[in-house]
């Protein structure tokens, strides 16, 4: 069995950073691809980013290109979300999921395993 337990969200104000994490627990966490995804009140969950089981690819939305940094340590089975220059838009809660494959997936359907859930707020 496999636990995700995101962390980092809060309140911030527009242009702010935030920094989210998402610590793994069970499975064999660098085996596979992890995503970021957010769901905003009233809207379905979407894509965020993604990060191969490596490492080495990342994926990214186009509403948060060049803003977000989605990384991982898999020493530390731990991935993480660097969000700047945040926009009202950007408020939700973020949750990580697990893929079944080691390419980044960015549709729900891939993922076995999510975490609860951090809310993130933007205010202006």
């Known amino acids: 069995q496999v636990q995700l337990v995101e962390s980092g969200g809060g309140l911030v104000q527009a242009g702010g950073s935030l920094r989210l994490s998402c610590a793994a627990s069970g499975r064999t966490f660098s085996s596979y691809a992890m995503g970021w995804f957010r769901q905003a009140p009233g809207k379905e969950r979407e894509f965020v980013a993604g990060?191969?089981?490596?490492?080495?690819?990342?994926y990214y939305a186009d509403s948060v290109k060049g803003r977000f940094t989605i990384s991982r340590d898999n020493a530390k089975n731990t991935v993480y979300l660097q969000m700047n220059s945040l926009k009202r838009e950007d408020t939700a809660v973020y949750y990580c999921?697990?893929?079944?494959?080691?390419?980044?997936?960015?549709?729900?359907?891939?993922?076995?395993?999510w975490g609860q859930g951090t809310q993130v707020t933007v205010s202006s």
């Open positions: 990060i191969t089981w490596s490492g080495g690819n990342t």
């Open positions: 999921g697990l893929s079944t494959t080691r390419a980044v997936a960015t549709t729900q359907d891939w993922y076995n395993y």
